[in-house]
């Protein structure tokens, strides 16, 4: 990356366009991550019918900060409801609610913003540098390398989301399925559009996104499976944000440290997304913990390391998404959506011929996670007042954003049918342990993968090992096959075991 | 609404089977050798693989084939949910007809007060949602949103 690069990226991200748009993105993520139940991927799927009006990096901007800030507002019902705002702070959700009740609100909700600030800005610094490295390394790669990425994506999405494989696979093929319908990527032949003419162009993957993070979600609500939200928010008394934040950076250095570097790390790889990255830390933190006993009593070394690693593998889940164009999780799929509307391809193309793109991409991040540190404080202040908000009130609004959002793609009540389709398959399908998240990937990344085996394909003639000829296809071949014999073994091993159980222990 | 496995299973196994019927219907390209059923058959084939893993875990643990308790909830709740579902099918009939404006506030009115929210709150929110939504999209956004039977009073 050149200076004249950095300083141009530099002079897009200062517009007031950008700034506004992180901005208004971070206040409308801080009040929809606060909201028990409302989640940051269903925060960024109703922005999508906002982003279209916009430039690329404003829309992206937009995005990035949503998510950011929901992802750590999702800390604030945790920490003082004990319910999680989002699935990445279910991860520490008892170790920060028991927090509040020893060492009060203040600090277990300056832990979450402030290091989860820091673990953001050390991610997006890894993207920063890795990014364009990588993409230079990408550059000779062929159809053969970009399938076999494809797939890793997929597969291990399917593979992580789920309690089960097999459910996995499902919501992945059903997402391919869905990709299928419309124009055939390589003849042009019209397939399974049943004489439709909407169903030509495809189904575009908003309405099927709001249907399925944001209809379903609400419908969840009004069962009893749902959360009660109706606890009242304790009295946190006058707060004063980040006090003693230094001290704990000092007192665990390491546990920052470790939590960022795995969230970037699992963040990172294809298909895993940052949310992960919460558990593992939590997890790691307690095993190397010199006080494991602490852990669950309202200790603030395991917190701080999961919440650092969450924003940390947040910024670096767009390295897979903007280098090669492989999303790493629902809502960098939601984003490469976007930008492919915009005429912008993810890829390591876009390194090459427009480095000050994703430059200023990346410097969002950086915008966001700071921002962070101020709609913190503020966003500690008011946490008894968001949480205050009725949800009678929310969810109607929501709805109608979701009607209109669906509406808004093509300006055709098609798109609306499509929402309402998708929301309560949606609702089925969560209710039934099947993950929504490879539907989504499944759907943006079913043409890439089709594209990419079709052309492999014809290059090989047809011979299989085609896919293996190559060293690096190769390695990332056999890495796909081995997850997949592991994948396999592990399920024969659980079944046999089950096997020499005797039946009433089964059930 | 739970399922089965013993339901979804099978299921989903069909369903793949008549993805695979489906794409052998695509009609070949002279000359192209990878046409467009290739895909589709693959994943007709992966979802009966799945379906049958399913359905045969399915027969090992039996549990009832359709499970309703979750909506055993106040009947304000599962009217919600009904006016959530319902008032989308009746706002796309009616879309043209009555305007966006109008089934935007009806919409999210009967919502509110469903939930519970107190009705001043509710009438004022959902006209403060249906204002700022219809002059946001139509007027800054340029959507095209039907005004209805509100458009003589609407400026």
Redesign the interface.
């Known amino acids: 990356m050149t200076a004249a690069t950095f300083i141009a990226a530099f002079g897009i991200v200062m517009a007031p366009s950008v700034l506004l748009a992180v901005l208004s993105g971070s206040v409308y993520g801080l009040v929809i991550g606060a909201l028990p139940g409302l989640t940051a991927t269903m925060a960024t799927a109703l922005l999508v019918p ?1 982003t ?2 916009m430039d690329p990096i404003p829309a992206v901007a937009l995005i990035v900060s949503s998510t950011a800030m929901a992802i750590t507002a999702g800390d604030i019902p945790g920490a003082l409801l004990r319910i999680p705002g989002t699935p990445a702070s279910a991860a520490y959700v008892d170790e920060a609610h028991q927090l509040v009740r020893t060492k009060g609100a203040e600090t277990a909700l300056s832990i979450g913003f402030f290091f989860s600030a820091l673990g953001g800005l050390v991610g997006a610094t890894v993207l920063l540098l890795t990014g364009p490295l990588l993409a230079r390394v990408s550059l000779n790669f062929s159809s053969f390398e970009f399938f076999w990425l494809a797939t890793l994506g997929l597969l291990t999405c399917a593979l992580v989301s789920g309690p ?1 494989p ?2 996995g ?2 919501s992945l ?1 059903l997402g ?2 869905i990709a ?1 319908v419309g124009l ?1 990527v ?2 042009g ?1 019209p ?2 559009t049943f004489g439709s003419v909407e169903l030509t162009g495809g189904v575009s993957f908003i309405p099927v996104m709001i249907g399925m993070f944001a ?1 379903s979600e ?2 969840r609500g ?4 749902a959360t009660s939200t109706d606890a009242a928010p304790p009295d946190t008394g006058r707060l004063r944000p980040y006090r003693g934040m230094g001290t704990l950076f000092r007192k665990y250095p390491f546990s920052v440290l470790r939590g960022t570097a795995l969230g970037a790390t699992i963040g990172a790889l294809p298909g895993v997304g940052g949310d992960l990255a919460a558990w593992i830390a939590y997890g790691i933190s307690r095993r190397f913990s010199r006080t494991p006993e602490k852990f669950g009593t309202g200790h603030e070394e395991g917190l701080i390391e999961a919440t650092s690693s969450n924003n940390s593998g947040l910024s670096s889940a767009w390295i897979p998404a903007l280098v090669f164009g492989i999303p790493g999780d629902a809502v960098t799929a939601i984003a490469v959506g976007v930008l492919y509307m915009k005429g912008v391809s993810p890829g390591p193309r876009l390194f090459v011929d427009d480095p000050v793109t994703p430059t200023a991409i990346i410097m969002t991040f950086f915008l966001a996670n700071l921002l962070l540190f101020p709609l913190g404080y503020f966003a500690i202040k008011s946490a008894r007042h968001i949480l205050s908000i ?4 929310i ?3 929501i ?3 979701c ?2 959002g669906s ?2 793609v093509n ?1 055709t ?1 098609f798109g ?2 499509i ?2 389709i998708a929301g ?1 398959v949606g609702y ?1 399908m969560e ?2 342990n099947f993950p929504i998240a490879p539907v989504i990937l499944g759907l943006v990344l079913g043409p890439v993968l ?1 594209r990419n ?2 052309m492999s ?2 290059i090989s003639r ?1 011979d299989l090992m085609g896919f293996f000829s190559r060293p690096i296809s190769c390695g990332l071949g056999i890495l796909v096959c081995a997850i997949l014999t592991l994948t396999i073994f592990n399920a024969v091993r659980r079944l046999s075991a ?1 096997n020499t159980k005797p039946k009433g222990q ?2 | ?3 089965s496995d013993r339901i ?1 299973g099978p299921l ?1 196994a069909l369903g793949g089977a008549a ?1 695979i019927a ?1 794409s052998t219907r ?2 070949a ?1 002279p000359g ?5 059923d ?3 058959t693959i ?1 007709g084939i ?2 009966v693989i ?2 049958v ?2 359905a045969v ?1 399915g027969f ?3 549990v009832p084939l359709l499970d309703l ?5 106040p009947p304000r ?2 009217l ?2 009904l006016w ?2 319902l008032g ?2 009746v ?2 009939a009616l ?1 043209r007809w009555a305007g ?1 404006p109008l089934l ?1 506030l009806v ?3 009967g ?2 007060l469903l ?3 107190r009705p001043m ?2 009438i004022l ?2 006209l403060g ?2 204002l700022v ?1 219809f002059y946001g ?1 139509s007027e ?6 039907p005004t209805g039977l509100l458009t003589a009073v609407l400026p």
């Open positions: 906002v279209f009006y089960a097999a459910r696979f499902v093929l391919l399925l299928t055939d390589t003849t032949q397939r399974f209809f609400i419908l009004f069962t009893t499976a009725p949800r009678a009130v969810v109607p609004m709805l109608v954003c009607i209109l509406y808004a300006n009540l609306v049918w929402m309402l309560l089925l209710r039934n089709e085996f079709i394909m014809q047809g089950q089964i059930q | 609404m739970i399922l979804t989903l993805v489906a695509l009609s390209v192209v050798r990878f046409g467009a290739r895909m589709p994943i992966l979802l799945c379906g893993i399913i875990g090992r643990r039996p308790s979750e909506w055993e909830v709740s599962v919600a949910a959530s579902t989308v099918i706002a796309i879309f966006f935007a919409y999210a009115l919502l509110m939930m519970g929210a709150t509710a929110a959902s949602t249906m939504l999209f800054i956004l340029h959507v095209p949103l």
